[in-house]
């Protein structure tokens, strides 16, 4: 076990709380018992997700530790993508997918009755594979985009965000100079991605899951990527989907191995600490992933 519910002196976060409570830690903030760090944490509970009538996953429970990077593995088709968009409700914008079970943040079932799914998307932000800034925008417009949506903030407001957001990002040395007139388009792969974690930061969320989000880079990019991730686990708790097991060897505290067997469906195989998974695992599935006999 890694998280628990049962009371600490953990103290919740200094940011205003939203007023759902679901980015508030509870009295009974989740404390990683590998470190103590109390922090925002997520516990799935028999997960299930369709697309249509489709079972794409079954049976997922899982923990997402305060402050700790949690990767899922496993081959391709076997519900990774799936299972990351259910922890923040994006699953279900894709039209007849559903999903059924408990993703419990900071205690609060986010699919709960009258739980607000764009409440819960501002508290749990997403970066995706690729990276998609909008083309026609500046930098800063790039980064503030979520902002400008809510609306209210004054531009001096949203320059202080965007430019702490691209110092969180490891942006801001390389951007610094043109960030108000260049468009996002105009940088590289690697610094769009970055552009691309700066604006999930903005909206200041407390968990950050990452598809696949080196999948499009070169290597020096992937690297870069992999260090900030290193970064953003003091302040953020972090889930990432990955095809590539050396990057969760590298980047990940705990990992969650999924596989879709005969039917097709995905399932939790198993769930640890990386350095359990990756040198003593307890499922010869799970062995025979991670030395390369499949997938
Ligand atoms: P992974 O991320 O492990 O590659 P996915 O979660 O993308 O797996 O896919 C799991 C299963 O769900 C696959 O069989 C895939 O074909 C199916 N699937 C994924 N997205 C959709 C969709 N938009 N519509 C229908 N089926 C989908």
Known sequence: ?????????????????????????????????????PGPSIVVRDLNAWYGARQAVAGVGL?????????????????????IRCLNRMHEVTP????????????VNIYGEGVDPVQVRRVVGMVFQKPNPFPMMTIFENVVAGLLLQGGALRRELEEIAEQALRQAALWDEVKDVWR???????????????????????RPEVILMDEPCSALDPIATYRIEE???????????????????QASRVSDFTAFMLAEEDHIG?????????????????????????????
Request: glycine share 10%; net charge positive.
């Open 96 to 107: 007849t997918a559903r999903a059924a079970g408990s993703v419990e943040l900071n205690g």
């Open 267 to 295: 399932r939790l195989v198993e769930f640890g600490p990386t350095s359990n998974i990756f040198t003593n695992p307890t499922e010869r599935r799970t062995e025979d992933y991670i030395t390369g006999r499949f997938g």
């Open 228 to 246: 900030l991730i290193g970064q953003l686990k003091r302040d953020f708790t972090i889930a990432i989907v990955t095809h590539n097991m050396q």
């Open 63 to 83: 923990q997402i530790a305060p402050r700790q990077v949690t990767a899922i593995i496993g081959p391709s088709g076997c519900g990774k993508s799936t299972l």
């Open 181 to 203: 007139k260049a468009s996002g388009a105009s940088l590289s792969g690697g610094q769009q991605q970055r552009l691309c974690i700066a604006r999930t930061l903005a909206v």
């Open 1 to 37: 076990m890694i998280a628990r519910d049962t009371p600490s002196d953990a103290q919740p976060k200094t940011t205003t709380p939203p007023p759902t409570g679901l980015g508030q830690a509870p009295p009974a903030a989740a404390v990683d018992e590998a470190n103590g760090v």
